[in-house]
């Protein structure tokens, strides 16, 4: 039977079914860890890379760009038709319904591509982690180190102030540390990952992004343009992403444990100062003073570094920012992370955790 056969209730139905199932489906973590996340995703997500890394530019980013324009030209025409009365009376309700069957399927498509990922259990059950309330003595430990490294690895010789001038050398140097990991946690094996630099970074410095993942292509695209020292742990949360990590935190979480294993010394940083900047946030709203002390013992250098993220950040904050802001956060406490946008702190608690097992365990 043909589309156009198909009775105009009929149709607009069909999309119900597999919403219907997603929906239920999202309700049994364990079903979607064994069966999509372990088995599925990973051999689809590699499909689609295969296909799209052989594109030296964003296959994702085009098809946004695509559909963006379809999009424009079709309310433009819905417009025009309006104002010249030019839709009949029977067809009225069918812009409604073409926009139903678009986003309805762009829906089905993202949650089987990508999205029931955020309901899995995640690598923090496969690592065996318990998040439980740590301490302010823990969080200063943490702080503690983290201020000693970077002291140690942004005065190296061999820190690369220039970062990288090609994404190629930094998605290689990605892979390596991811590989390094995989020797502790083998589900972290580095597969066939995609680093691009985004069309939109422009874009992305007003609406606060700094990377994301396309389910729709595999891609891991990157803002360049985003402070330099950044953009190792930007890439290493983006592969996170590719290795079906759909949760903000636990995309943190690997991407910083990743760049902890790397051998390069900028990478190493890179991961190390969004986690100071994470941890001293979680510190500052309960003691303030010990915040301004490990800021005085940073090296001016790290000081610069994190002067200049500051005037990064203020450059491109507009309502705009506070727009997109609210979105992503209602997006992501949409689907099963509670914190919102705030997720992105919660990393934290699984470092402080990952920390305490390590210990305990010897490793």
Not at 121 to 143: F, N
Not at 199 to 207: E, P, S, V
Request: charged share 15%; net charge positive; glycine share 6%.
């Amino acid at each position: 039977m043909s589309v156009k056969r198909i009775p105009s209730p009929l149709l607009l139905a069909l999309p119900l079914l597999p919403i219907l199932t997603i929906s239920i489906t999202s309700q049994y973590p364990d079903f979607i860890e064994k069966h999509y996340a372990q088995q599925f995703y990973p051999a689809f997500s590699h499909t689609l890379r295969t296909v799209s890394g052989v594109l030296p530019f964003s296959l994702g980013d085009l098809l946004y760009l695509l559909a963006g324009a379809y999009l424009l030209i079709q309310a433009v025409l819905q417009i025009n038709n309006l104002r010249n009365r030019q839709i009949e009376k029977n067809r009225k309700w069918q812009p409604l319904a073409r926009l139903w069957l678009l986003l309805s399927g762009m829906y089905i498509l993202f949650y089987v591509f990508w999205g029931l990922n955020y309901y899995r259990l995640g690598v923090t059950h496969q690592m065996q982690l318990k998040k439980q309330p740590y301490s302010k003595e823990e969080l200063m430990d943490l702080c503690r180190d983290l201020v000693q490294q970077m002291n140690q690895h942004r005065t190296a010789p061999s820190f690369n102030n220039a970062v990288y001038v090609e994404s190629s050398s930094m998605l290689q140097d990605a892979e390596l540390a991811y590989a390094n990991l995989s020797k502790q946690s083998s589900f972290l094996q580095p597969t066939n990952f995609s680093l691009k630099s985004s069309w939109y970074n422009t874009l992305g410095n007003y609406a606060g992004f700094s990377g994301y993942y396309n389910p729709f292509t595999g891609e891991g695209q990157i803002n360049t343009q985003c402070p330099k020292f950044l953009q190792p742990f930007i890439t290493c949360h983006e592969l996170a992403h590719q290795l079906g990590y759909a949760s903000e935190s636990e995309a943190n979480f690997v991407g910083f444990l990743a760049t902890s294993h790397s051998q390069n010394i900028t990478m190493k940083y890179s991961g190390e100062i969004e986690m100071y900047v994470y941890a001293t946030g979680r510190l500052q709203r309960i003691d303030s003073n010990a915040v301004k002390s490990f800021n005085q013992q940073l090296h001016p250098l790290i000081k610069k570094d994190l002067s200049g993220y500051r005037n990064y950040l203020l450059q491109y904050e507009t309502v705009f920012l506070e727009w997109t802001n609210n979105f992503y956060d209602f997006f992501l406490r949409s689907n099963n992370q509670t914190s919102g946008i705030g997720s992105y702190r919660d990393v934290v608690g699984w470092v402080i955790a990952y920390r305490k097992k390590v210990i305990g365990s010897g490793l």
